[in-house]
């Protein structure tokens, strides 16, 4: 979607966004997007927001007011409590402070990090950016940033941890958080009070280093996301600038690119069911889901020569055509696995343990789910419609038959089912598709070097664990001047807080594991 | 009428071959036969800690679909041996701030709980290393020492996830060993004796394994028992003190080297110990399979009992690993709700019925 | 969602039937056949490797059929040689410099025509992420990846390579340019021989 912006004068801001969720129902916060618009311009953020009744999106610009060396926003944090993470990424990347957001730290970079990185102006050398060798300095004090009453900005100290605060360190080494990522928690006895997640152990600046690429150069970082969800990253990125750009593309392309991306849930969604497995323990289901991975993974890489990193999709069509065996291989494997889905229902996910593990943890209701912009599985567990495949289709989505699972539990067990459930519809989106693949160009030539024309564009896709979209800001150049992507798992880390308080240790891992989040694609 | 059994007088014949044809005096023949002894049941405990952790990778394996170790060794048997010397060269790593002389003493205490209660189990008639009229008294007494080497262990690591396992594991054996302890009282009210060999000697003849013997309850107990068992030894789904996937490697998390290996080495043989004893207690300990046909029994009377006590353990152990490779773990007021909602009724009920049947003389009996 | 109010003795009941449905599971499991494929035990007998899976770059050859092609014959090619140009399109396509191409420009005494050749082509493997950007930006079809992963060495430099240095001849192990052994869906080749 191309974006046109709406502008609001900077003191009625809050208001006016305030009022835009409450009698526009616009209650969805899609992403913030930080940018640096140039020397005249400034610095300034884009808010892209959907009404989840209707489904439609507006984004709206605010420009940042400088006050002496600061730049300052109104915050959104009690409007929209997803913007808690989106904000301090703005704040860390950009240094736009947000007025009234009770925590403004860093995010991804460390809290000794000197300058902001995706500013125009930051100094790339070498020299400027050396790897530093100390440890990173640990604070118990956070910071929120007012307006006085002469225009001034104030700050107002708050503290994370009390001296008598028992907190222990889930990560950035752990074997139950999926990556590098790091949950500060204050445990009392076996109880959560507070998860604070410190990201950016695996934070590579993708964004930064896109603005330096060529458009098909850009490309070959999205695979390196969420690794289990490769060809829907890159469906993302491909997807906004042929948007861009107008390329009109074949049938067979989009008939390859939606059965390559159930492909891909399947994969994803198999991984998920084992590793909720083996966080809770339970190691054979675990193997039994990679066995039957292994599988699909086969059949991909037959046509794809990846396992992760896939690298299929390029500007304006596939990497290759289809493997001359793709189709018999795609149908044995629906054949195959459409029993095997049962097996892991028998071995884990009837089991009374695992009900007994995951029912009731990690509880978020609807309105909670919206607020904290829960996607995916995560936020259809507790009956949200969210799929992207619906609301906003692309490809075949629209062509084919198939049903958006969401469930009442708000709970991790139904996070579970949806998952399973999910595989049933890929494979029945697969089958529908696989015997009507039209004859046709599988690659439509462009030019050597790809110029997308000017303009602000965002293209969404649904991930296996949420939204995931990218905003592109090109100024005509054969580089974006600002690419952004909304990984799936930030709002579902965010949410770690409001979910687990309360709850048990052990349902700390149960929530993650029923989540699905994986650091690089947070991370970045 | 005390029917004696192959290979029983083995420790007897030894006995007088230091005394009689040695000439030695008590004193020289009491202190060859301890040392002996002792190197023996460690040789055992050693030997069958590897076959152990062998058998369980293997087991595991072909649960998941996988084979296990293949490359030291023919069909990956040299494996644990192979990981033994490394544990044994690695380094002995001290933790900042830690309570020394606890975080040194505890995988000591856990050792010698395990190797206690190895001490107690029967291998065959009249191979009993330790027998005294209390026997199954003093066990439970002995094997919980170990839990307060795993509470001194998540104590003096100085390390949050340490103590955090330290005080799931104390809470759970300590639960655990109430329904552990009635299951064998049951026991003792079938056979009237806790001495070890006791228990035992009341379990040959035909069908007169307790499980037969006290049908319902019998059975019963012994499927709580295994439960109790399982939780005591530490093992999944009961292995929240340990926990990988929540609090690392639990209390032995700060611990290398032969620290580990302790640890490590006192959870498999846990595992024996407890199919041992389940296996004494339930399934006859070295008693034979006799179903009352002379001949068919005296065929199996050959069998000696040592073959019949490590055959039954280890179906035994089989069935627990079984249990462990299928299902997910429980969160710590599960366990305990399990333990004292569901098994420690269970377990009185259980005492209650067995008491019935003994004293109506309900007990399944063939010769009286 | 089932009916949820169940009594003590159905809950416990039910809660065992679905242990004992976990425990079949598993049982049934432990005597079906292994998903364990042996590398390197297997690597020259049942090992199949996808056809299009990327282990490296190398130069294409011209081969018997391509020799009489226009193209090639107009540059004067024989079987055997690479085609690169020295262009630096590859060079340029590459996202992480793995490709340095040094050229000199030399005269053709006969057509007196200029033209670029090429002293090296530098690929370092360690470095690529073989990502195809710089076979899709090739003009003149001179480079391909191959699925001839077995690229391990003990040296990083010698993951330095120069493609046109060297004779590629396919790899360390027999057919594996064409995929290998035989798979399909569902199954996996456990056997070693």
Not at chain 1, 239 to 250: P, Y
Not at chain 1, 498 to 521: H, N, Q, Y
Not at chain 2, 32 to 41: A, D, H, M, R, S
Not at chain 2, 271 to 292: C, D, R
Request: proline share 4%; glycine share 8%.
């Amino acid at each position: 979607m191309k974006l046109e912006y709406t502008v609001f004068s900077f003191d009625t801001f809050k208001e006016e966004m305030t009022k835009l969720r409450d009698a526009k129902h616009f209650d969805y916060l899609v992403t913030i997007i930080g940018e640096d618009f140039g020397s005249e311009e400034g610095l300034g953020c884009i808010y892209i927001l959907e009404n989840t009744e209707t489904h439609e999106r507006i984004s709206v610009k605010q420009m940042a007011r400088q006050i002496g060396n600061d730049y300052v926003i109104p915050s959104v944090y009690y409007i929209w409590r997803a913007a808690d993470l989106m904000e301090r990424e703005v704040f860390d990347f950009f240094g736009i402070k947000f007025l009234g957001h009770p925590d403004m730290r860093r995010l991804f970079l460390r809290n000794d990090f000197v300058g902001y990185p995706l500013r125009k102006d930051y100094d790339m050398s070498p020299e400027h950016n050396q790897f530093p060798m100390t440890d990173e300095p640990e604070t118990d004090w956070t910071s929120e940033w007012n307006l006085n009453d002469l225009g001034e900005l104030v700050e107002t100290k708050h503290r994370l941890f009390g001296p008598d605060d028992y907190v222990v360190n889930f990560g950035p080494n752990h074997p139950s958080t999926h990556g590098v990522l790091r949950l500060q928690t204050v445990v009392n006895d076996e109880t959560i009070e507070h998860v604070y997640p410190h990201l950016g152990y695996i934070h590579r600046g993708m964004e930064k280093m896109m603005e330096a690429m060529t458009y098909p150069q850009t490309l070959a970082l999205t695979d390196r996301l969420n690794y289990l969800c490769a060809m829907h990253h890159r469906h993302a990125l491909v997807g906004v600038i042929e948007e861009a750009m107008g390329v009109e593309l074949s049938d067979r392309i989009h008939y390859i690119r939606t059965i390559m991306d159930e492909l891909q849930r399947i994969d994803n969604h198999l991984l998920f069911l084992g590793t909720c497995a083996q966080d809770l323990s339970a190691l054979t289901a675990f193997l039994y889901c990679m066995r039957d991975r292994e599988h699909v993974l086969n059949v991909m890489e037959e046509t794809t020569g990846g396992r992760l990193i896939q690298n299929y999709y390029r500007i304006g069509g596939l990497q290759a055509d289809i493997d001359p065996h793709f189709v018999e291989n795609v149908k044995a494997l629906c054949k195959y696995l459409r029993p095997m889905i049962q097996e892991y229902l028998d071995v884990f996910g009837d089991n009374v343990i695992t009900h007994q593990r995951l029912e009731g943890v990690g509880y978020m209701n609807l309105a909670d789910s919206i607020n904290y912009a829960l996607t995916g599985p995560a936020g259809r567990a507790a009956g949200w419609h969210n799929d992207v495949r619906k609301n906003h289709p692309y490809d075949l989505y629209d062509k084919v038959e198939w049903k958006e699972i969401t469930g009442t539990g708000c709970d991790s067990m139904t996070r579970y089912m949806i998952h399973i459930n999910e595989m049933y519809q890929s494979l029945n989106i697969i089958e529908q598709l696989i015997d009507n693949i039209p004859e046709g160009e599988f690659y439509i030539k462009q030019k050597p070097i790809i110029k997308v024309p000017e303009g602000q564009w965002w293209f969404s896709v649904e991930g296996g664990a949420g939204e995931f979209g990218v905003y592109l800001d090109s100024r005509g150049d054969k580089s974006p001047y600002r690419v952004k992507m909304r990984p799936m798992g930030l709002t579902l880390t965010g949410a770690f807080d409001k979910m687990l308080r309360g709850e048990k240790i052990a349902d700390l891992i149960a929530t993650g594991a029923s989540i699905d989040f994986v650091i690089p694609d947070l991370d970045r | 009428m005390e029917k004696v059994y192959i290979l029983s007088s083995l420790p007897q014949m030894f006995d007088s071959l230091l005394r009689d044809t040695c000439g030695l005096s008590n004193f020289w023949a009491v202190l060859i036969e301890c040392v002996l002894v002792g190197l023996l049941v460690l040789a055992a405990y050693a030997t069958l800690a590897i076959i152990l952790i062998f058998m369980e990778r293997k087991v595991c394996a072909y649960f998941q679909c996988r084979i296990g170790p293949m490359r030291v060794g023919p069909w990956g048997t040299l494996q644990v041996i192979a990981d033994v010397l490394k544990m044994l060269i690695k380094e002995i790593f001290f933790v900042d701030r830690s309570d020394k002389l606890l975080y040194c003493i505890a995988p000591f205490l856990v050792i010698i709980a395990s190797v206690g209660t190895f001490s107690f189990l029967p291998w065959s008639q009249g191979w009993n290393v330790l027998d005294f009229n209390v026997g199954i008294f003093l066990l439970t007494a002995i094997s919980s020492i170990g839990v307060i080497g795993i509470f001194m262990a998540g104590w003096a690591s100085n390390n949050k996830y340490s103590v955090v396992s330290a005080m799931r594991g104390a809470v759970q054996l300590i639960s655990y060993e109430m329904s552990l302890g009635l299951c064998l009282i049951s026991a003792v009210i079938l056979t009237g004796t806790m001495q070890i060999s006791g228990i035992v000697e009341a379990q040959t003849g035909p069908w007169q394994w307790l499980i037969f013997q006290g049908h319902i309850p019998a059975i019963l107990a012994f499927l709580v028992f295994c439960i109790a068992g399982n939780a005591e030894a530490n093992r999944g789904p009961f292995d929240l003190a340990e926990a990988e996937s929540e609090l690392t490697a639990g209390y032995h998390t700060e611990y290398s080297g032969m620290g580990f290996g302790f640890f490590y080495l006192a959870e498999y043989l846990n595992l024996f110990v407890v199919s041992g004893i389940a296996t004494t207690v339930f399934l006859g300990g070295w008693a034979p399979v006799n179903i009352g046909i002379a001949a068919f029994d005296s065929v199996m009377d050959y069998i000696p009992g040592i073959v019949w006590f490590l055959g039954k353990t280890f179906v035994v152990v089989f069935l627990l690993m079984w249990i462990r490779w299928t299902f997910p773990r429980l969160r710590i007021d599960q366990i305990l709700k399990l333990e004292w909602k569901y098994l420690m009724p269970l377990s009185l009920c259980i005492i209650v019925l067995m008491v019935i049947c003994v004293s109506f003389g309900l007990t399944f009996t063939i010769n009286g | 969602m089932e009916d949820k109010k169940q009594s003590y003795f159905g809950e416990v009941g039910s809660a065992l039937k679905t242990l004992a449905t976990g425990l079949k599971v598993t049982m049934k499991e432990y005597f079906t056949p292994k998903t364990t494929e042996q590398y390197p035990e297997n690597r020259k007998t049942t090992l199949h490797v996808a056809k299009r899976h990327r282990g490296r770059l190398v130069f294409k050859r011209v081969t018997e059929d391509e020799v009489n092609d226009p193209q090639i014959q107009k540059r004067g090619l024989k079987v055997g040689d690479y085609k690169c140009t020295a262009c630096t399109m590859c060079e340029r396509a590459c996202p992480n410099d793995t490709i340095k191409i040094t050229s000199h420009m030399e005269t053709d005494p006969e057509t007196g025509r200029k033209k670029k050749v090429l002293d090296d082509y530098q690929y370092d493997l360690g470095d690529c992420m073989f990502c195809e950007l710089c076979v899709n930006a090739c003009n003149f079809d001179a480079i391909e990846f191959v699925n001839d992963f077995e690229n391990s060495v003990f040296d990083r430099s010698k993951l330095v390579l120069h493609l046109d240095k060297e004779k590629y001849q396919g790899g360390s192990l027999p057919n594996i340019i064409d995929g290998g052994a035989d798979w399909s869906v569902g199954t996996f080749n456990t056997k070693t021989k």
